[in-house]
């Protein structure tokens, strides 16, 4: 799941991110950054289905018989980033009202 954010698939965190770079830079006329960017995006998104697809389309190996199940202290530290990171693709919203808020009662 966070590969594909990094990919930036909508309902993601990455997906927005990508989103309001790509569109601040093309706000400032730099279209080329712009260009740049969504390059280096196709390259990184080839290199992360690949990951993907190793991960799960080949037979897992010997050393994967042997792995203890996760903890609760790790299973968490996997579940709640998650959580976030679909709060950001679903609800981007909240958290940029917040950002603007803090910003302002920053200066």
Request: glycine fraction near 10%; aromatic fraction near 14%; hydrophobic fraction near 55%.
């Amino acid at each position: 799941m966070f590969v594909l954010s990094f990919i930036g698939v909508p309902l993601t965190g990455g997906f927005f991110g990508k989103f309001y770079i790509f569109n601040a830079a093309l706000k400032s006329n730099l279209v080329w950054l712009s260009v740049l960017g969504l390059l280096n995006s196709a390259v990184a998104a080839y290199y992360y289905l690949r990951l993907l697809v190793v991960m799960y389309m080949h037979e897992p190996g010997e050393v994967t018989r042997s792995l203890e199940p996760l903890t609760p202290g790790l299973g968490a530290a996997l579940v709640l980033p998650a959580i976030g990171t679909f709060f950001l693709g679903i609800m981007p919203a909240a958290v940029l009202t917040f950002a603007r808020s803090s910003a302002v009662l920053g200066k």
